[in-house]
Each structure stands twice: as C-alpha cells, then as structure tokens.
C-alpha cells in the first residue's frame, strides 16, 4: 500500500508540477501578447505623426489591431451623416470587394449601431446568443461569433467605429480591451488632426482671398476717389473762366463727395466689409446723386419706375458712380443713360458703343479696359459690391445699342412693388 501511495503521490505532484508550467506558460504568452500590443500602440503612433496619410493610416491600424489579437477581422467604420450609414473604411479579412463599398446601417438593434451610443467599448463573446442587438449582414456573412468595438470621437461627435472580430469564441480580457480602446484613440487623434489642418487651410485661404481683395480694393479706392476730384478740379477751372457759381457749387459737391468716399472706404479696409447695413434705398434717388456728381451737362439722365430696394445705401452709391462714369468714359459727355426696374432688380443702360460679345465675361477683370487711359478698376468696384449684396449682374445688349447692366436678386422693397 505504501508503494501505491508513493506512486500516488509522485503522480499528483507530477500533474501539479505540469500545472504550475502551463500556468507559468500562460502567464509568459500573456505577458509577451501584452508588449507586442504596446509595441504596436506606439508603433502606430509615430506611423501617425510621420505619415498624415489617414488611409494609409486606417490599413496599417486594421493590419496591427487584427495581428495583436490574433483575430480573424479587423475594420474601420466612417459616419456618413449624409447617407445615415456607416462605410466600410478600411479592413482586413473580409471577402473581396467588401472594403470601401459595403455598409451597416446606424440602427440601434446592430451591433455598429449599439456601439455609437456607447461611451465604453463594446465585448460580444458569442454573437449568436447576443441580447442587446443583433449582428449585421457584414458580421452574420462572415460568420463573425465574437468581437470588440469602439467608437471613434464621443456620442456628441462621432467619426466612426473601431472593430475587431473573430470566427471562434472569444473570452477578450481587460488588456485585449484597451489595446483596442488605445488604437482608437490614436485614430482620434489622427482625424482631429486632420480636421485642424483643413480648418487651418481654409483660413489661410480666406486670408489670402482677403489680402488680394485688400490689394485689389486699395486701387479701387483710388479709382473712386480721382473722378470726383478730377471733376472739382475741371470745375474750378471753370470758374476762373466764367462769372457765377454754378460752377463752384459743382465743384463743391464733388469735393464733399470725394470726402464721404474716404470716410466709406477706410471704413471698408478696416471692417474687411464691402457693404455695411441693409436700408431701404430709392434706386432713382441713389442714380441722380450720383449723376450730380459724375454726370455732364451735355448728358441725359432718364429714370424710369425705379424700385426701392435692400442694400448699403453708400456701396449702391458707388456702383451707379461706376457705371454712369463707364458709359461716359467709353462714349462723350452727350452720353445718355437710362436706369430702369426689373423683376427681381434693375438695370443700367446706355447709348454709347456697347461691348463686344466675346469681351463680356472680361470686363469685371481687374484690370480690364478698352480706352488706353483707363484703370479698370470701375466694374471691378460694381462686381466687388453686386457680389457682397448675394446679387447676379448680367451684362447684354441695350436697345439703343449701347451697354444694359442688369443687376438681379435683389429684395424689392414691398411699397415699391
């Protein structure tokens, strides 16, 4: 009996011994599945900070997360608002043709839609037994038994999900659970980046749209500014040649004119705004000011059922400055020009030589002019504020031949309608 006691026992502890090594086993395979995972967090973090290519960086997060859990699937889902679904990003393992082209609805009853109103990771053991949802398409197609997901951003603001999966039964443990949880966040990381630097571009963009509209707009003061005071001056000139006032008063008016134009147009380059409050502005008040100020004696004004409309009284000021001057410029001082209602706007016409078909699109170019003498600047001035109102403008053919400026979109007021 004593014989069979020690076999016994040298039995049960032999099967003890063996225990204690498979536990030892376990515990070394555990530790080494640990540092690679860490090894790939941060393997995958500096891949993020070298490369800002985010596909690129999806593939080599779905290759990583898929070979540091040994799973069968891994996947990045992106939030697509617009469709209401979620796009198979990026991926491993799954049938051909599925990445960049299959989706998963957003539904609270699938595990993609459980998961975006989750803020802890999502563990399925057995996915055929799952209470909380059921698997979608993409998962019971690949006949998917366990996983983990992770949303990417927050409830408030998501981007997508993170998602492992696998075929066989899996018991995931805390560490397989925040080395997913790890990688997502640098995805996060990576998208908010990205997002950064694009609202980065765009402001750079914006600024260097504004500078160029600031270059652009100093030589549209100029512009503005030198007919008023080339008028005082002829006026003046005048004056010395003639008896009375007349010519003085002129004078007058467009020296005050030229001085309400630097007050309006400093006012502009320091707001960075082409036009200021909304009135109600009398079209036919707005075009005999400024006909008083830059029209001839020997020219005709014509008005005819203007509209009162929604705009800056002083840039409206400016535009029929503008084009009363073009059409003296480019005719004689007999020029005659019309201002008349439209449906949606009014328009500015001529009698003079009109503009060619075929320059039309050029002439509210910087720039832009057809006497050798001429800046250009006069119809940039009128796009620059027709643009800052959200009005369109068309140029066409009047019926005297001359040049017919329709500005449209603009909001009638309701007593001129």
Request: no cysteine.
């Given at each position: 009996m004593s014989a069979i006691r020690s076999n016994t026992g040298t039995f049960l502890g032999t099967v003890g011994a063996l225990r204690d090594i498979s536990r030892r086993k376990a515990r070394e395979q555990a530790m080494r599945t640990r540092l690679r995972q860490q090894e790939i967090v941060a393997h995958l973090g500096e891949f993020a900070t070298e490369r800002r290519d985010l596909d690129a960086l999806m593939d080599e997060v779905v290759e990583r997360v898929a070979e540091g859990l040994r799973a069968d699937y891994c996947k990045v889902l992106e939030l697509r608002p617009d469709e209401d679904d979620l796009l198979l990003r990026a991926g491993v393992g799954w049938k051909d043709g599925y990445v960049g082209t299959a989706t998963v609805g957003t539904e609270r009853d699938s595990q993609a839609g459980y998961t975006l109103l989750q803020e802890q990771p999502v563990v399925v053991r057995d996915l055929a037994t799952e209470?909380?949802?059921?698997?979608?398409?993409?998962?019971?197609?690949?006949?998917?038994?366990?996983?983990?997901?992770?949303?990417?951003?927050?409830?408030?603001?998501?981007?997508?999900?993170?998602?492992?999966?696998?075929?066989?039964?899996?018991?995931?443990?805390?560490?397989?659970?925040?080395?997913?949880?790890?990688?997502?966040?640098?995805?996060?990381?990576?998208?908010?980046?990205?997002?950064?630097?694009?609202?980065?571009?765009?402001?750079?963009?914006?600024?260097?749209?504004?500078?160029?509209?600031?270059?652009?707009?100093?030589?549209?003061?100029?512009?503005?500014?030198?007919?008023?005071?080339?008028i005082a001056?002829?006026?003046?000139?005048?004056?010395?040649?003639?008896?009375?006032?007349?010519?003085?008063?002129?004078?007058?008016?467009?020296?005050?004119?030229?001085?309400?134009?630097?007050?309006?147009?400093?006012?502009?380059m320091q707001s960075g705004m082409i036009r200021d409050e909304l009135t109600d502005c009398d079209v036919g008040a707005m075009a005999r000011?400024?006909?008083?100020?830059?029209?001839?004696?020997?020219?005709?004004?014509?008005?005819?059922?203007?509209?009162?409309?929604?705009?800056?009284?002083g840039a409206l000021l400016r535009l029929f400055e503008n084009l009363v001057r073009n059409a003296i410029e480019h005719?004689?001082?007999?020029?005659?020009?019309?201002?008349?209602?439209?449906?949606?706007?009014?328009?500015?016409?001529?009698?003079?030589?009109?503009?060619?078909?075929?320059?039309?699109?050029?002439?509210?170019e910087a720039g832009y002019s057809t006497k050798e003498d001429g800046t250009g600047f006069g119809l940039l001035s009128v796009k620059q504020i027709v643009r800052a109102h959200g009005w369109e403008m068309a140029l066409a053919e009047s019926s005297r031949g001359g040049a017919r400026f329709e500005i449209s979109g603009v909001t009638i007021a309701e007593e001129s309608t």
């Open positions: 209470e909380r949802f059921d698997g979608p398409e993409l998962l019971t197609d690949h006949d998917v038994t366990s996983g983990i997901s992770v949303l990417l951003g927050s409830p408030d603001d998501v981007w997508g999900i993170l998602g492992v999966h696998d075929t066989a039964y899996r018991e995931f443990n805390e560490h397989d659970i925040d080395f997913v949880r790890s990688v997502g966040h640098v995805l996060e990381s990576a998208v908010e980046r990205r997002d950064v630097e694009r609202r980065l571009e765009e402001l750079n963009d914006q600024l260097r749209q504004r500078n160029e509209q600031f270059g652009t707009f100093a030589s549209v003061l100029s512009h503005d500014l030198k007919n008023p005071l080339g001056l002829g006026r003046l000139e005048l004056a010395r040649a003639e008896e009375g006032t007349e010519s003085l008063d002129a004078a007058e008016r467009a020296i005050s004119r030229a001085t309400d134009l630097v007050d309006d147009l400093t006012e502009t000011k400024a006909w008083e100020t830059v029209g001839t004696s020997e020219g005709t004004l014509e008005v005819a059922d203007p509209p009162t409309v929604e705009a800056d009284s005719d004689d001082e007999s020029v005659s020009v019309t201002v008349g209602r439209l449906a949606d706007g009014f328009y500015v016409s001529d009698d003079g030589p009109g503009i060619p078909e075929d320059e039309r699109d050029s002439v509210f």
